[in-house]
């Protein structure tokens, strides 16, 4: 048995969660992927898979097995790749997910740059909030707001997510504007829960050195940045929106800020990828590539007058075409009116 290639075959089936697409990806009959992942098995004295009708998942000693073989793979492709006189650009796939509003607004305005760099990688990108389990799934490598949890995987720390509590000036002019934290338990909230779990999230307000948590009445939870920013923009309750989303609103009129006093407390952004994979080009040239993009948005700073270097990119009122055009959907009008990179 070529162990090597049964390594290679096996890391790929798990990749791709399937050994037809193993298969397809290797070039090899389906058949001789399922034959040697059973010679290999039968190797080891393990079970590496569980298999059923609908899915495929690693065993305890599969996932072992598979952390080892990627990174034997990759030092592998390391050491051939430092052995050429031409060092060759990163190339194959890779698959990354991140937060909708970050990868809307952030990445994908600028995904072209990253193409003109390593026109060789081929990108897939998911967008969502709820946890990835990257060796399950596949994922190289995900973009996360807030503390890492699992200590088997590597944080890059590329930014600062920052909040702003506001509302539209319809809710103020209906139920007030609250001046104080005991003030809120007059106001109800739009609330965001989170996907996997359901909990709705509570407002946190940053008082001296502590961290105050309030839970709010709200009419209505979403678990989606456009559509919580949307909902508070159409005055149906107080929000702790996104610093990025929520500035071209706060530029126009269309959200006011309160509470400024107790400003909700800031969470790293960071590029997060398995021990397995920090060898792998192609996600080190990823990882870079975001590093330097959120270096570029002073919003993502985490300092004070980050605003004042974000630019305006409406077309001023004198030079703009006579043209009606219906008014852009949350997520288009922070990407008009403010150019998060500069």
């Given amino acids: 048995m070529d162990r090597l290639q049964a390594m290679k075959v096996f890391t790929r089936v798990v990749d791709t969660n399937s050994f037809s697409r193993a298969a397809d990806t290797l070039d090899l009959p389906r058949a001789s992927v399922t034959t040697i992942i059973q010679n290999l098995e039968a190797h080891l004295k ?20 598979y952390e080892r073989c990627v990174r034997i793979l990759a030092d592998i492709e390391e050491t051939e790749s ?15 997910d991140m937060p909708s509003a ?3 607004l952030v990445l994908m305005p600028k995904i072209d740059e990253f193409h003109e760099r390593y026109p060789d990688i081929e990108l897939m990108v998911g967008f969502g909030d709820k946890p990835v389990d990257l060796i399950q799934e596949g994922v190289d490598c995900v973009i996360r707001i807030g503390t890492l949890q699992d200590s088997s995987l590597v944080a890059r720390r590329i930014g600062v997510f920052q909040r702003v509590t506001v509302a539209s000036p319809v809710y103020l002019e209906q139920h007030g504007t609250p001046e104080t934290i005991d003030d809120l338990q007059n106001h109800v909230a739009v609330n965001y829960f989170l996907g996997r779990t359901g909990r709705v999230m509570d407002l946190t307000f940053g008082v001296g050195d502590e961290t105050v948590e309030v839970k709010m009445r709200g009419n209505i939870a979403v678990n ?15 929000m702790q929106a996104p610093r990025f989303m929520a500035l071209p609103h706060l530029r126009s ?5 309160v509470l400024s006093q107790w400003k909700p407390s800031p969470l790293p952004i960071s590029a997060v990828y398995p021990h397995n994979r920090h060898l792998s080009p192609t ?22 007058d980050a605003e004042l270097r974000c630019l305006p990119t409406t077309v001023p009122e004198q030079a703009a075409p006579a043209v009606r ?18």
Avoid: I, N
């Fill in 102 to 104: 970050l990868g809307k």
């Fill in 82 to 96: 430092s052995l050429s006189h031409a060092q060759r650009a990163p190339r194959g796939k890779l698959r990354v």
């Fill in 46 to 65: 393990v079970r590496l898979l569980q298999r059923t009708t609908r899915r495929l998942s690693l065993t305890a000693d599969g996932a072992a097995y």
């Fill in 224 to 238: 989606d940045a456009e559509a919580y920013v949307a909902s508070g923009l159409k005055g149906v309750g107080l």
């Fill in 253 to 257: 009129g269309e959200l006011v800020e």
């Fill in 325 to 342: 055009r219906s008014a852009p959907a949350p997520a288009a009008a922070a990407a008009d009116r403010v150019e998060l990179a500069v």
């Fill in 283 to 304: 996600v080190r040239v990823f990882v870079d590539w975001v590093a330097e993009l959120f270096g570029r948005c002073p919003l993502f700073s985490g300092q004070e």
